[in-house]
């Protein structure tokens, strides 16, 4: 499975897009990503995924670059509910889950 | 519509012995993934199953095993429990578990080895 680099950690304002980045220079052309989410203890909570294209839904936008080795999750208006672990995944069917960034929405 | 739902909610057990956990997927859904997440780190890959029958299977000894059954339920079984397991399980269903295929995880199963 293609190895997803991702920041550590990253702080927004309520109200603000929150821009989070993702590596992922060995993806194979068969591979989605995938993004979720997961609140403390809780189980994962699906965002998007895209193969190529750009991709919007409710929750945010999936912005992947024209060669694919990296892509940022936009979430529009970050609230404080939108603070979690987000982790970004390179799959073909399993999610082999990273570090991940955990992000904090301050007021 | 209901998630997807895990039981139970929490397990106390000792070193060396079995544990059972159980997860129903989403209706309509035919395959389960199994995931074990240690604390502080991402989940882990242990099963796939569609169909009841075995998909793919992550880097777990063999102590881990698991089934599906006929209304696409199932089951995550641990033998001879280490410390080591002690970790959130979680289950996530899809419709086919292909790759174009969302998973949707549940709440999981807090298991502490003690």
């Known amino acids: 499975d293609a190895k997803t680099t991702q920041p550590p950690s990253m702080d927004c304002a309520e109200g603000r897009a929150a821009n989070l980045p993702c590596n992922h220079s060995t993806i194979s052309g068969n591979e989605y990503v995938y993004w979720y989410r997961q609140i403390h203890s809780q189980g994962p909570q699906y965002i998007i995924h895209g193969l190529k294209n750009n991709e919007t839904n409710e929750m945010a936008s999936l912005i992947i670059t024209e060669d694919r080795k990296s892509s940022t999750l936009i979430l529009p208006h970050a609230t404080l509910r939108d603070t979690a672990v987000y982790y970004c995944?390179?799959?073909?069917?399993?999610?082999?889950f990273g570090a991940g960034t955990t992000v904090t929405v301050r007021a | 519509d209901a998630g997807v739902t895990q039981s139970p909610t929490h397990l106390i057990k000792t070193r060396g012995q079995h544990v059972t956990l159980r997860c129903s997927p989403i209706?309509?859904?035919?395959?389960v993934s199994w995931y074990q997440q240690v604390l502080g780190q991402g989940p882990q890959f242990i099963f796939q199953y569609y169909e009841k029958e075995e998909r793919g299977r992550g880097n777990f000894p063999d102590r881990f095993s698991a089934r599906q059954f006929p209304n696409y339920s199932s089951e995550l079984n641990v033998n001879a429990l280490l410390l080591g397991d002690s970790a959130l399980y979680l289950c996530?269903?899809?419709?086919?578990?292909?790759?174009?295929?969302?998973?949707?995880f549940g709440p999981g199963t807090r298991l502490t080895v003690l």
């Open positions: 995944i390179v799959a073909f069917y399993k999610l082999s």
């Open positions: 996530a269903s899809s419709h086919s578990g292909d790759s174009t295929d969302t998973q949707y």
């Open positions: 209706s309509g859904h035919k395959s």
